[in-house]
């Protein structure tokens, strides 16, 4: 999956991981990988993450890889064939049009989601006719660009109408005052947005609380975990369908299903969705809305945030009333409805325990409360399970509690409302469902009632709560082992004890909603790199974070109130003190140090900055503020301090002729070394010493036409404007008495003021040994040409001996025609053209044999790949035919060319076949095959695959090493030329092995223009 922090990724994995173990009946190992190929998208990244993985899973058995986003698909097509082959891929929140046009395997399927620019543009323009301009905002990642590529397609069909405008590839802070300046008649379309233009990376709910803040117009996105953080809405698409869908792909293919791309999910109704809070901050009015839309955060009335209580009062003076009209009725009809008094009492003393148990219960143990209350009903109603469900906007059924008796199979958390269309349908709007047997059902409910046989139910009664004015979900009991009645009686009970959890859950959601704002803070805070407190209005600390915790070796509840000032030095503390209330009392921001004793301790030096905290109406609520350890910072002051008296020591000391310029070019220091390079060079040192201008120096020395001197200024320039980090030159400054060479390293002063650090080193050792090097390595490449020449000396002579055999019976055939008595000018004529061909062909191989044996170098020019292969295969086709070879080319048309140097490439094709055919040499099947492909973008691809031996997998990369060879007397060094060869021409050679048997060269090449 992509980057760990992204909501959307975390809501489809929790959405994969439940339904999958919910569903399948053995326990299941989830391995997760996020990726974070958005926050680093390089290549070096991929593959490292790729090496990392194959070590990782090494000896792992993977029955099924799920990716979650487009990079991870991507990630995962790559490199599975290294990481997990012949596994099946599925995925979700696949782009619809990228997978659309993809080609994907045939073991390969998901689910793809859509992102609706253009319903969202039209919802923008409903919502506020008077919209004049849409601005875009996205991030500057891969799956940005993909985002803002898809949106401006979309965003043409409204170019008539509105116009567009685009706020991507900008540092955060630039785009927040661009949004901040927006006129009327604006709104804002929000993309993905994971990485600014200034590298910084956000989660997009990161970048939207930023955005929401500063933005002076509405804006709309397209992701629901996005909803609550600051969009008005829009068509939202739920990662948690998406999670669910795939895994219920994943777990067709577990239980052995063959699925590919025709099986991918493509189911794009994306549902409107809306935040009241933005709705009334922007004017929008909900009737403007489109049908079926979903609003949330409505302000709680006094009715939503009180209910529990007054409906907790109302249910025990109902309860008092009932209770008196029970005991009017039973001194009336005290035999006839003894038991059904009883029953009524047993459930109002329920109803009363479970209401005053929930007045007592704190807000943490809530959860166990609604357990126990459904343990109450299910031991005194007599059923055999009681459940509370919630409605999703995802079209799902979440089980948030529930109870079972003993020896009755658990519930499923998580149900699909497709499962149940008819009853979802009826609880939605305010109906209680229930009956005895699942064949009283209606025929309209036909999916529903084979739902409810398949999980093995017989009677059911489903009682809806009300929340927010609408039906939020249900409570549900049932009998699994036998059948049962439901009087109205019992549904009406059961409809107060719905009413009763309808109020606990409502208040369990707002104080969930708190702690876990409370929570976000608290994480925020000790995940702080610094150390953060928090003060009252008295200035007493209430708070401080884990880092300080852990710094100062001490508990919470020691450092409130005044408890932190016994860790600061005791010559410290009265000026700290001092000023802290100094600027307690004008109620002022404030930054001091002193010394504050560590764990371990030791004293160490912080610098603290506190300011006043405000309340919104303006009161003041005390002080925040942070800390941070300065003791490495002052001692690196000082030690800094100190080394500056050495840089001259250390200057003179340098090996090599140093120099430091200012930024303008001026010399600023030298080594000792440096004067004498000038004075051998024949140079005045002052020309060149301290205070001369080193750049006009190379100025004047480039336009007295010195060759070098250019490149030098080129490398100073490039270095000095920050264009590149480091430059080096080579050179040549020949002495009167030999011949020099330098090399010339050019590297930024870092110091604030700029300049430039030049060195000058002689590498004429090196250069010479070079230049004897390559001579060797010429004469080596030509030695292994011509030996394997003589291997196929057979093949060649035949070559030569077939044009040469048709000369001569040509001439012998013309002779007897000319020697005729009837003259036939015409066959003569053809028998002489034949003749001339025949030698033509000859003539050819021959000097195709004389360029291969030649020693001198060849320019590089443009060459048809294909055309080489065949020359190569045609001396080798003799030898084939001897050694039984079978020899397939799949060359591929219209190849562009290459530039390459003809001989050298003939050598490596022809040592990579010879090599193939000597390792099929004791084999029965002994196949070569030879294909030519075109890479995109600009290179061609040679793979010459054969059914030899091959090698282990940890030989792969040995075989291109000097004298590595399996052929008796061989020198073991085609191979590492070869290499050489190709990386020569800027190309690469690596070999792989064949699933079956053998081993496959590929050699790719690089094609100019293309």
Not at 63 to 68: F, H
Not at 618 to 639: P, W
Request: proline fraction near 4%; charged fraction near 25%.
């Amino acid at each position: 999956a992509e980057a760990r922090l992204i909501p959307a990724i975390v809501t489809a994995d929790q959405a994969i991981r439940s339904t999958i173990q919910s569903r399948w009946p053995s326990p299941v190992r989830f391995y997760t990988e996020y990726l974070d190929l958005s926050w680093f998208p390089t290549e070096g990244q991929e593959r490292q993450l790729g090496r990392l993985m194959k070590q990782k899973y090494a000896g792992r058995n993977i029955d099924l890889v799920m990716a979650c986003g487009d990079a991870a698909l991507r990630f995962a097509l790559r490199e599975r064939a290294s990481l997990f082959p012949d596994v099946p891929i599925v995925f979700c929140a696949g782009e619809y049009e990228s997978i659309r046009d993809a080609r994907l395997a045939p073991d390969v399927t998901g689910v793809t989601m859509l992102v609706d620019w253009t319903a969202g543009v039209e919802l923008a323009l409903r919502l506020e006719p008077r919209t004049q301009r849409v601005v875009f905002v996205g991030g500057t990642g891969p799956t940005e660009r993909v985002w803002e590529g898809l949106a401006r397609q979309a965003f043409s069909k409204f170019e008539n109408r509105v116009t567009f405008s685009y706020l991507s590839g900008l540092p955060m802070s630039e785009i927040l005052t661009a949004v901040a300046t927006l006129p009327k008649g604006t709104v804002v379309v929000l993309g993905a947005f994971l990485r600014d233009g200034a590298g910084r990376t956000f989660t997009t709910q990161e970048a939207l609380s930023l955005l929401a803040g500063a933005s002076t117009a509405p804006i709309y996105s397209f992701g629901e975990s996005l909803l609550g953080h600051g969009i008005v809405g829009g068509p939202l698409i739920s990662f948690e369908v998406q999670g669910v869908k795939a895994a219920e792909l994943g777990l067709r293919i577990l239980s052995g299903q063959r699925l590919g791309p025709a099986d991918v999910v493509s189911d794009h109704a994306n549902r409107y969705m809306f935040d009241a809070r933005q709705l009334r901050r922007w004017g929008l009015s909900e009737s403007r809305l489109p049908p079926g839309s979903v609003v949330r955060f409505r302000e709680p009335t006094v009715w939503d945030l009180y209910k529990w209580q007054i409906a907790t009062a109302g249910v025990v003076t109902g309860l008092q009333a009932l209770l008196i009209v029970g005991l009017l009725i039973e001194r009336r009809q005290r035999k006839r409805n003894k038991h059904r008094l009883d029953e009524r009492l047993r459930f109002e003393t329920l109803l009363t325990d479970l209401c005053a148990g929930f007045l007592k219960t704190r807000a943490d143990e809530a959860d166990q409360q609604i357990e126990r209350s459904l343990r109450r009903i299910v031991e005194d109603l007599g059923v055999d399970r009681a459940s509370l469900g919630e409605f999703t906007a995802q079209s799902l059924i979440r089980i948030t509690h529930s109870w079972t008796r003993e020896g009755v199979a658990p519930v499923p958390r998580m149900f699909e409302a497709a499962e149940f269309p008819w009853i979802t349908r009826r609880l939605r709007e305010g109906h209680v469902v229930c009956f005895s047997r699942a064949h009283e059902l209606p025929d309209e409910a036909a999916t529903d009632r084979s739902t409810i046989l398949a999980f093995g139910t017989k009677s059911v009664a489903l009682v809806p709560f009300i929340i927010g004015g609408a039906a939020a979900g249900a409570l549900a009991v049932s009998m699994l082992r036998v059948e049962r009645e439901w009087p109205e009686e019992l549904v009406q009970r059961l409809r107060l004890l719905a009413e009763m959890f309808a109020i606990v859950l409502m208040s369990r959601h707002a104080e969930t909603a708190l702690e876990e704002s409370e929570n976000r803070f608290r994480l925020m805070a000790d995940a702080a790199p610094v150390m953060i407190w928090m003060a009252g209005p008295d200035g007493r600390c209430i708070d401080f974070n884990r880092p300080w915790l852990e710094f100062t070796g001490r508990t919470l509840e020691q450092e409130r109130g005044d408890g932190w000032l016994k860790g600061v030095h005791p010559d410290d503390r009265k000026e700290c003190m001092s000023r802290y209330l100094e600027a307690l009392a004008a109620r002022h921001p404030f930054t001091f140090e002193y010394r504050l004793r560590r764990g371990d301790g030791l004293y160490r030096t912080v610098l603290d900055h506190g300011v006043p905290r405000v309340g919104r109406d303006g009161s003041f609520r005390g002080y925040i503020g942070s800390a941070i350890d300065i003791t490495e910072m002052k001692a690196a002051h000082q030690a800094l301090v100190d080394s500056v008296a050495l840089r001259s020591t250390i200057l003179g000391s340098l090996y090599g002729e140093v120099v430091a310029l200012s930024r303008d070019g001026v010399v600023i220091a030298v080594n000792e070394a440096w004067n004498r390079f000038a004075q051998e060079n024949g140079g005045d040192p002052v020309i060149v010493g301290v205070g001369a201008n080193y750049l006009e120096v190379c100025r004047r020395a480039a336009a007295s036409g010195d060759p070098e001197a250019p490149k030098a200024l080129e490398a100073l320039e490039s270095v000095l404007e920050g264009r590149t980090q480091r430059a080096l030159l080579e050179y040549a400054c020949h002495s009167p008495s030999r011949a020099r060479w330098f090399a010339m390293t050019v590297e930024p002063f870092k110091r604030p003021e700029g300049g430039l650090v030049i060195s000058h080193l002689d590498i004429t050792r090196r250069r010479r040994a070079e230049d004897e090097l390559e001579h060797e390595r010429e004469e080596l490449t030509h030695a292994l040409r011509v030996t394997t020449l003589g291997e196929l000396a057979a093949s060649l002579a035949h070559e030569i001996n077939q044009p040469l055999a048709a000369i001569v019976s040509n001439a012998h055939a013309t002779r007897r025609l000319m020697e005729s008595a009837t003259l036939d000018r015409g066959e003569i004529l053809l028998g002489l053209h034949d003749i001339a061909d025949d030698a033509k062909r000859a003539s050819e191989v021959v000097r195709h044999l004389r360029a291969l044996f030649r020693k001198e170098h060849v320019d590089q020019q443009p060459l048809d790949l294909n055309d080489v292969i065949r020359e190569i295969t045609r001396l080798l086709g003799k030898d084939l035919e001897r050694k039984r070879i079978s020899l397939r080319l799949r060359l591929a048309d219209d190849l562009p060319r290459v530039l390459g140097d003809v001989v050298q490439l003939q050598q490596v094709i022809l040592n990579v076949v010879v090599n193939a055919c000597e390792a099929m040499a004791d084999d029965d099947l002994r196949d070569v095959s030879i294909e030519t492909t075109r890479l995109d973008p600009g290179a061609l691809e040679i793979t010459v695959e054969d059914t030899g031996r091959g090698v282990e997998e940890s030989e792969l990369e040995r075989i291109f090493d000097r004298f590595i060879t399996s052929k008796a007397g061989g020198l073991g060094m085609g191979l590492s030329i070869g290499r050489s060869i190709i990386q020569a021409h800027g190309g690469r050679i690596w070999a792989t092995r064949n699933k079956d048997r053998g081993l496959t060269m590929h050699i790719e090449i690089p094609c100019p223009g293309t």
